[in-house]
C-alpha cells in the first residue's frame, strides 16, 4: 500500500503525522503556493502534477494505491483532478474536508457565492476592508480601488498589487482571537472578506469580527465533484488500515 496526500492545510499535516507514527508508506504533496513550506514527516513533491492526466501518469508511475485530498476546500481544481484521476486508474480516493463555519449568534454575515459578488458586497463609501483570502484572488477587488485595504499574506508579495491604496500584512498563521482583535482594532477595519474555510487556523478573523461586531463577507465554498469525504484524521486512518490489513 502506498499513499498519497494532497496537502498544504493542517489538516493535512496532522494527517502526515499520524501516517508517519503509524508508518503507512505515503507521500505528501504541495502545491508550491509559498516559499518555505513546513517540512513534513513523509517523502514530499512540491509543485502541480501537469493536469489530471499528469497526475494519473504519477499514479502509475509511482504505484500509488490511495488517494487522500486534504486540500483546502478552494482547492476545487486539484480536487476535481484528483476524482478524474483516480477514477481514471482505479485508485481509491478520499477526501478529507473540515466543516464549513456556521454562522454563531452575533455573526453578522453577508454571504455570498464567489470572489465578485464579495466586491459588489463592499459599501460604496471609501471603508477599511480586511481582505483576509491571501494573495492569489485579490483581482476582483481592483474594481473597488476606492477602499483602503489591509491584506494578509503567507510571503512578501512578489510585484505591484492590484489594489492602489493596500497594507500588507505577511504572516503565515495559524492566527489567534487576540491577535486578530488587535490587527482589526489598529487598522479600524470596518468590514471583513473571508473565504468559509472552516477548521480552526483561519477562524481567528471571524470570532474577532464578532467580537468588535463588524459584518464579514463570507465567500461560500467552490461546488465539488462527489467522493468519499470524512472529517476525522482517525476515518482516514481507518479507510487506509482497513485496506492494509487485507494487504491491498
Ligand atoms: C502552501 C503551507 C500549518 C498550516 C497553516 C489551515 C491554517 C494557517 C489560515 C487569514 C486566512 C488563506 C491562506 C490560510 C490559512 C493555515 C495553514 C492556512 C488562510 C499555508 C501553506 C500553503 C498555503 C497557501 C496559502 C494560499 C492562501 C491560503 C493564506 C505552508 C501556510 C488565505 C486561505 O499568500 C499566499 O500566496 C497564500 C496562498 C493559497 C489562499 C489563496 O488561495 O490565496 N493558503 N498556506 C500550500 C501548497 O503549496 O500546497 O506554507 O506550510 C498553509 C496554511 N494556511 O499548520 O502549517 O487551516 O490550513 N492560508 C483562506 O482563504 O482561508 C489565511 O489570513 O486569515
Ligand atoms: P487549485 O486552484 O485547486 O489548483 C490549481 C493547480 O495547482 C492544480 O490543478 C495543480 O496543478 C496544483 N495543485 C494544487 N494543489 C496541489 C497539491 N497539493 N499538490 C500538487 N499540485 C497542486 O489550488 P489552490 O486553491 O491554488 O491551492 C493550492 C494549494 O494551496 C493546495 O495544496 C491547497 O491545499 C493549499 N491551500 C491551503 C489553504 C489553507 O488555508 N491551508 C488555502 C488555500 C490553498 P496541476 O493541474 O498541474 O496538477
Redesign the pocket.
Known sequence: MRALI?????DASRLADALARARIDAVY???G?TQAPSGQPLPTRI?????AG??ADYLRHERITHVVDA??P??????R?AVAACAATATPLIALERAPWRKAPGDRWIEVPDATAAVAALPEARSSIFLAI?R?HLAPFAARPQHAYTVRFVDPPDGPLPLPDAHVIVSRGPFTLEGDVALMRARSIGHVVARN?GGD??RAKIDAARELGLPVIMIARPELPERPRVVRIEEVLAWLGHDARLGA
Open positions: 494532497l496537502g498544504g492545510t493542517s504533496s504541495y502545491g503556493r509543485g502541480g502534477f501537469g493536469g499528469g497526475l486540500t483546502h478552494f482547492a476545487a481544481e486539484m480536487s483532478n491571501g492569489q474555510a487556523g483561519a
